[in-house]
Structure formats: structure tokens, C-alpha cells
């Protein structure tokens, strides 16, 4: 196994407020920036070579609430998140500053990256737990068995996941699973563990381990006991199916060798299009960013505390680098304040008292510069973060203003052309579609060689490989692999812990050269469909936040070309996000409001079947490379596993579309066989590692891809049955299965059965299908809707035949 991380990560997540923070106990919101102390200017992130001891830090809280709670103040959090002892271990990008000011808050802030925390190192605390909740002890409570799966990973480690809900949802109740080691084995004799309680928007959810558990052997049943009396004992199956076989002999991969710009990306995918064109093509997307571009600025100190910025009106490479401003103390005295410019070189002569010193203010200099023609054609000037400007100005020879932009000259300051590679020999809008996009983050390196990957797999296997050509010849497949070039070049070339795209929102009092680092739009919180400015959780306001979702809905080009993509080609119904890290895999819908965990609908009861049906091909595909497992603990809709993404695109294609979307978080946790743990990747892991996790995702896109396949021809009709499951003196209890994902709907009233019926739905979340109890005798009529619109029997629901499903339950002693 390849070592997964060697060293440490520098990173960022952008607390909202200026640097140093200025947070309060009693004060959750994001905070004005203070003004600065005397002679002081606030340290604030730098350029990627003066990053001043920015990292990729691990926190842990005690719950989602306390996950919230770093999301509304901004804190730059990584999409990663899982349990541990002591609650919750997120990552978070902080320099010293703001890492020493979330400890004065309370949290617990460690360092770097590393491995969970050891179980022992709490014993003594659980045991506590286990006591007090003994005490507490009341009613039995009933156990609902969600999942209990083992699987491989990597090295051939056997793994356990377990979820139980309990009826009882305080925190005093305590599930302990105990196992077998196989077949006519003790029910014990695999081991025992005390499970953990999983909340969410101080919600009880359920019970599960912290991780999966590594095995030495494979159980065959496991047993859940609680505190309060309750227990369950369940079969253990296998998550994900057989590894796939590797594919023909002249199937050919691999196809990346090293991390790559946005402009090395769309380069690739139009050379692709040149040398295939008889079944791919350019897709221009009609929005054209704002560019890898910024104005060029300079910064000058005060005697006392003020401080003063100047901002190009040009952009740096169109002029405004070569601007240069001098503020120069006159030899005489009792001098007027004066701006003088030649070509664009600015001097500021400043004013003097009767004996000759300095007395112009900041505010003095940044009126007389916006008041000069000259000088205001060529730029602006402001006050340092809103300051009132009442210090003395220094003395500071010229100074040239710099955009701080220092990507080669191949990458182009101008706005970028993104552009989409369209796969398929027939493209002409009858094909199923399905959209792969990758790199919404800027950070995430590792995501757009999974989409690059991808197209290249399926254009050279083309010719040489059966499976492939029918992908091809049956589907229309649009690949973008990059979504976010312009934050993808400033984190390649300037600033690697960017998230955002570039585009600064922020008024002057945030337009400092300092805060650089801290604008620009999440991309991935941009969207329309429950958003920040709906009221959900998980975005920002705030134009220096990390997570922050722009002015408004939609407002960056690269939003508004994802909604044209998917409006202007209809025929899309399958689209893949990929981001990284943490190994997830995750689906509508994806955002809640925090009070009441209030979640955006979910999708239906086959919908969701159809869902988990999927991801055992899908996460086979990934699994197929290396032996990669994606934990079950990790696969559901986004809130269930991970935490509320306001405006995410998912949604955005979901609820307005209809676009059956999945997101996947390459960078699966690796296992080191050696401590027993797993470890984190990051962001940027070493490019060993960082080509693992593009091979094996992109098998998974591909796996994506026959998914859609299978749909687009599917024309059988499902079956459907009715299972009665409890029957007393008063009353019975049935539900219905199917033999494949498929809607049911059914009347109780002796009604004909249509759309407009009621549908069968989950009994609960991560549940099967619900119980319906009846207190008379009832006729039950049904029919059943697979996912691609098969309707079983060929019924037809909104016409008048009778071919529905019908069935008499009978209640007592009826006959």
C-alpha cells in the first residue's frame, strides 16, 4: 500500500472576520473587523510562499450544533466530518491567529492532520456514561437495525458497520454491538463495542461506530443491546458487490501524470475533441468568468494607527502594474497637501506644520488622491478596513502597485472560455445525458483528473473495448473538467487553500491587498435551490467567508453555465459532482434549516432505493481499482452523512430539473494496517496518492455511466408485492415490496389507484419501506412505478382500466 501522507498540509479556511479574530462568547454572528491597535496593522493570510503557519487543522466538537455554529461564523471547513470519541473531528484551515482565538471560544483545536484519537484515552469517561445511563435506565426501548454490512478495503482489511436507531432518543441511552466470528461461532467470539450516538441540528439520528471496525474474521450476525433493555439481533451482508474484473486486455488507463491547471485541462479536452471528432465535440459554455485577474494594489503605513490602500482601476496586467505612488515629505514647512502625477507615477506631497512635520491624516491622503483627476483616473484610495483615518501619515518612497498574481504567462488574464467535452456517436439530443463536472473547489486538485481521466478512457477505449463502445454509442456524455478555473489557477499558482472562484464582492472596507486571499464566491453555495437567501444552513453572507454564496442566486458566470448546460440540453437526466476529501457518496437533497433541521423534500421512497441500488455499482467501480471501500457510513443523501450545503448544485439540478445527481468526495480515508487507523489524505496529498484516488473514481464515473445506460433501456416492468406483517383481533399491519427500485401507490377506499394516490414512503430515514395498519377488513389496490417510467402490468393510471394490483387484508374475524 502506498503511504498515504507524508508531512503536513499549510491550508486556509476563511474565518469571516479580519485578522486577528475578534469573537466573543455571547457573540455568534461574524463581527465588524476592529480597528487596529496603535502602530499595529492586523497580520492577515498571505500569498502561498508567506502563508504565516496557515494549515489543514483538525477540530473536534461536541456535536452538529457545535458544526453549525463554525459554519455561521465562517470558519473555513473542509467537506469532510466524522465521528469521533469525544463528538465530532472536522477540518478547518486556520492560521495561528484564528486557531488560538477558536480555542479561547472553547474549541478544541488540535494539530495537524492525524490520526483519531485513541478509544483507551476515554475509557474511563465511557465507563462514566455507561453508568449514568444504567442509572437512568427507564422503559425498554425498541431497536430499528438500519444497516450492518463488512467489506474490504485496500489492503484486504475485513471492516464492520453498524446502525441502530433506538426509540429512545436521549442521550443517556447506550447501544452496545456484539459479534460473531463466523459461521457456528459464539455469538461474542467476534468482539464488542459500545456504539456512538450520531446527531445532527440536535437531532438524535442514530447509533453507529466512530469508524468501521477492522475484523479478523467475517461475522455472520451482530447483536445490539441497550441500556434501557431493548436488542436486536441481524444478519451481516456485504457492502458493495464483487470487485468488478478487470477490464479486457486492450482496455487501456491512466492517462495523468501530474496535477494540472484549468488552462492544461482545457487544452487537453480540445485536443481530445480534435483527434475524435467523429464521436466527441467542444461545448462552449456562453458565460465567460471574470478572469484570473485583479486589480493592482499597494498598501502604506501611518505614524499612529491608520493606514491607507491604493486599488488599480485597471487590472494589473492591463496597466495597473505599472502604476507607482510616493508619499513625500516637502523640505519646507507649513506645506500644503498636494497629488501631482506624470505618466503613472502618482507623488503625494504631503502637508507640513509651521515646523516642518507631517500633519496630513490618512483620510486627508485618500481625499486629496479620489479628488484628483489625474490621480483618480488612474486609481482609488481608501482607508484600511474602514478605519476613520485620523493618523499621520509616513513618509514612503515609490511604490509600485502589483495585482500579486503569479501564474506563468500561459495562463491568461483575461476572462476564461470554459468549455465542455460532449461525448457520444449520436448527439443530437436523444441519447440519455449525463453531465460529470468536476473542481467546483479550487483546492481540490485531485478532482478534475477524475473527469479528465474519464474522457479519456472512454474516446481511446472506443475502438478497442465492446463495454465502452456501447457507453458511447448509447449515451450523450458532457464532461467538465474544471468548473472553477479561475480559483483553480490562483490556488495552483498564488494561494493553494483557495476554495472560491476570484471575483471580489467585498466594498472598500474589505478591498485591502491583505484580504486577498479572502475573496471570491463558493461556487458550490451559488445555486437557487434551497439557499442562504431561502433561509438554509451551511453558507455565508459574508464576502470574505469561505462558504459565502454571493450577492444573490446565480450571480458567477460559472453557476449560470451548469443551469445552461442542463436547460439547453434536456436530455441530461444522470450528472456527477465530484469533489474531495473524505471518501463519500451522497445525494439529494443536500441543505436544511438548522432550526428543526427543517430539510428541503426528500426524494421518494423508490427514488431513494434506486439511489442505494446504484451506489453497490457505482462504489464496486471505485472499489475495483485498489480495493478502495467507501463506507456505508458515508453513503446517503448530503445532511445524513455530512453537513447542510446551502444552494449546492445537486439540488440545483434535482428539485428544478429533475436530475438524478450524485456527489462523490474522492480521498477516501486510507486504513495503515500498521496502527490500525485511518488517516486523512487532504486536499493536495502527495501526486502518488493524488493519481490513486483520480484512477478509482474515474472507474467510478464510468460506473456512473452504465447506470445510466441500464436506464435509458430499461422497458421492464416491476413487480410489486403485498406482505402483510402483523395481524391482532383489531387490527392489521402489511406494507409492499417491489423487485426493483419502484414507487407504489395505493387506495384504501375501494378507489382505482392513479399518480395522485398516496405513495408508499421510507418508515424513516435510512429505513425500509413503512408499515400501514388498517382496523377493517380492506380491499388494497396498487400499482408500482420503476425509475425509468414502467408501470407495472402496463396499467395505465390516468385512464380507466382495471389491471391494477388488488388484494383483500382481513382484520378480526371477517371472511
Known sequence: MRSPLNGRRAGRVAVVLALPLALSLSAMPVLADPAPQASEVAPDRQSSTEQNGVALLRVIVPDQEAVDRLNTMGVDLAEYKRSVDEGLEVHAVLSPEEAQELRVLGFDVRGAISD???????????????????EAAADTDTLTPLRAEWFTSLDGEYFLAVE???????????????????????????????????????????????????????????TVTSNRGGSVTVPVTKWLGERRKAPSKHYVADFVDRYMDPTELTGRITALAAEFPKISQIVDLPNKTNGYRRAAQ??????????????????????????????????????????????????????????????????????????????????????????????LVAAAAATKLTDNLKAPATVSRDPFQMKALRIGKKRDGSKTGVFLYCQEHAREWVTPLVCLETAERLLRNYARDAETKKLVDDLDIFILPTSNPDGGHYSMYDYNMQRRNMFNHCDVNNGDPARRNSWGVDLNRNFSVGSVFDGYSGASTVCTSDTFAGPAELSEPEARNQVWLTTRFPNIKFAMNTHSYGGYFMWPPGAYKAAGRELLPRVDYGTENFFWKASDHILSAVQSWRGTAIWPGRTGPVPDVLYSAAGNSADEHWFNRGIIGWDFEVGADVYNPETKRFQ??????????????????????????????????????????????????????????????????????????????????????RESAQQITIDKTTEIRWFAVDIAGNVENNYKPDGNGKNYRKEKVKVGDAR
Open 116 to 134: 483519531q484519537t485513541d478509544v483507551a484515552e476515554n475509557r474511563a469517561a465511557r465507563q462514566e456514561a455507561l453508568t449514568k445511563a444504567a
Open 164 to 222: 441502530v436507531k433506538s426509540s429512545a432518543t436521549d442521550a443517556q441511552t447506550v447501544l452496545t454491538a456484539t459479534w460473531d466470528s463466523g459461521k457456528n461461532t459464539a455469538p461474542d467470539s467476534g468482539g464488542t463495542t459500545t456504539m456512538s450516538r450520531f446527531t445532527d441540528a440536535g437531532q438524535y439520528m442514530y447509533h453507529r461506530f466512530n469508524s468501521p471496525l477492522a475484523l479478523t474474521a467475517v461475522p455472520t450476525k451482530v
Open 298 to 391: 499597494a498598501q502604506f503605513g501611518t505614524v499612529a494607527a491608520s493606514t491607507l490602500y491604493v486599488s488599480s482601476k485597471a487590472y494589473g496586467h492591463e496597466g495597473g502594474n505599472d502604476i507607482s505612488v510616493a508619499l513625500v515629505r516637502p523640505d519646507a514647512a507649513s506645506a500644503a497637501l498636494s497629488v501631482s502625477v506624470s505618466g503613472k507615477d502618482v507623488v503625494v506631497n504631503l502637508g507640513t506644520d509651521g515646523s516642518g512635520a507631517i500633519n496630513s491624516t490618512a483620510v486627508q491622503v485618500v481625499t486629496a488622491l479620489n479628488g484628483d483627476a489625474a490621480a483618480s483616473a488612474l486609481l482609488t484610495a481608501a482607508t484600511y478596513r474602514g478605519n476613520a483615518g485620523a493618523g
Open 680 to 765: 486523512a489524505v487532504g486536499f493536495q496529498p502527495p501526486f502518488e496518492e493524488g493519481h490513486e484516488e483520480a484512477m478509482e473514481f474515474a472507474a467510478g464515473q464510468i460506473g456512473i455511466l452504465e447506470v445510466a445506460r441500464s436506464f435509458s433501456g430499461d422497458k421492464k416492468q416491476p413487480k410489486s408485492e403485498l406482505s402483510v406483517t402483523g395481524q391482532t383481533g383489531t387490527s392489521a399491519t402489511f406494507t409492499f415490496k417491489t423487485d426493483e427500485p419502484a414507487n407504489v401507490y395505493y387506495t384504501l377506499d375501494g378507489s382505482r389507484p392513479t399518480l395522485g394516490s398516496t405513495k408508499l414512503a421510507a418508515a424513516g430515514m
